[in-house]
């Protein structure tokens, strides 16, 4: 009884394997069939006419800014700070003393060389004299010409250091926050504050090496800072002589007005750098380029198929991109679905005007 069931048992499995079996293949055959008869039928996409127009080249560039004149002041003397002549954050002009270092003793070192001096100087006229009348040698005399000179240095250095312990602006400009007080002992390794010209602003940037002979000395650029709206000018002054091996880079260097005083030296800029203006160009949409291993394609609409076309794509905008080769004017560029589309695929083109 128990090998009967058995068998049954059996039975009923290899009927339900079958039936389950034909079900499935059934399906495929049917869903193939769906393909193949989908396979012909055209795919719906978008695109537009090509043509051509001006297409005025901007490079868009990260850039720094600079200010235009920017030092550390330090004294050049060691010494007690006596005075200090200018308010933090304020404009100072040009020679202007900013602070004084005391020189007490550096007066009386002078005092001592101008009298060995003057003594120098009687004994050279001396010697002189007694020279015409034979009455020295020539050795002689020039000792004593050499022992004046000498005098004459020492007091010409003290009056040196002296004129040091008044430290002046170099240029005229904003000082900043001073790190010293009146009584502190100062010497040349203290930082006393920064003075910076912030009338005119440098802005330094980089372009690639290929875009390095369109670089002109005098071009005018547009920028903007990070929380305004508006955009500055600068006008390009200096250009580095060659280009940076590592980076592959040609630095630029142009100078802008900040009569206002809203711009801050190392704040970021975004540069605009116009290039050459391109007549006749062809410009087409991002989203029609399809990024490949060996470059970049796109498809265009040919006698109801899509055809792959491989273009030279150089400088991206926002939106558009420019085509250097590959496409002309009077081509139907696909610009939707691209990225699903076979060579050769067919499809129904909807061109936008």
């Known amino acids: 009884m128990k090998v009967k069931n058995l068998i049954y048992a059996l039975l009923i499995i290899c009927i339900g394997g079958f039936i389950t079996y034909r079900i499935v293949s059934n399906k495929k055959k049917n869903d193939e069939s769906k393909s193949f008869g989908d396979k012909d039928k055209p795919t719906s996409v978008t695109g537009i006419v090509v043509q051509t127009a001006t297409f005025d080249n901007n490079l868009s560039l990260s850039g720094s800014i600079e200010a235009n004149e920017q030092i550390e002041l330090h004294s050049e003397v060691s010494g007690i700070v006596e005075g200090i002549y200018f308010d933090e954050g304020s404009y100072v002009n040009k020679g202007q003393v900013l602070f004084k270092v005391n020189d007490i003793e550096l007066k009386a070192q002078l005092r001592q060389a101008q009298t060995k001096e003057s003594l120098a100087a009687e004994n050279q006229r001396r010697a002189k004299l007694l020279l015409q009348k034979e009455a020295i040698s020539q050795e002689e005399f020039d000792i004593a010409n050499a022992d004046y000179a000498s005098t004459q240095a020492q007091s010409q250095l003290i009056k040196a250091q002296i004129a040091k312990t008044a430290v002046k602006a170099p240029f005229s400009g904003k000082i900043g926050l001073r790190s010293i007080s009146p009584g502190t002992y100062i010497t040349p390794t203290i930082l006393v504050a920064k ?100 470059g970049k394609k796109v498809y265009v609409a040919n006698m109801g198929k899509a055809k792959e076309v491989m273009v030279d794509a150089t400088t991206r905008t926002d939106s558009s991109i420019l085509i250097l080769s590959g496409l002309k004017a009077g081509d139907t560029l696909i610009t939707s679905g691209v990225m699903s589309l076979k060579n050769e695929a067919p499809i129904k083109v909807k061109v936008k005007k």
């Open 195 to 294: 003075l910076v010209n912030t009338g005119k602003l440098k802005i330094t940037f980089s372009v690639p090496e290929k875009y390095a002979s369109q670089i002109k000395s005098g071009s005018t650029i547009d920028f903007s800072v990070s929380g305004s709206e508006k955009v500055y000018n600068a006008k390009i002054y200096a250009i580095e002589p060659e280009v940076e091996v590592a980076t592959r880079t040609l630095k630029i260097r142009a100078i802008a007005d900040n009569i206002d005083g809203k711009l801050f030296p190392g704040t970021f800029a975004d540069v605009k750098l116009p290039l050459n203006i391109i007549k006749d160009a062809i410009v087409v949409p991002s989203e029609a380029i399809v990024p490949v291993q060996s």
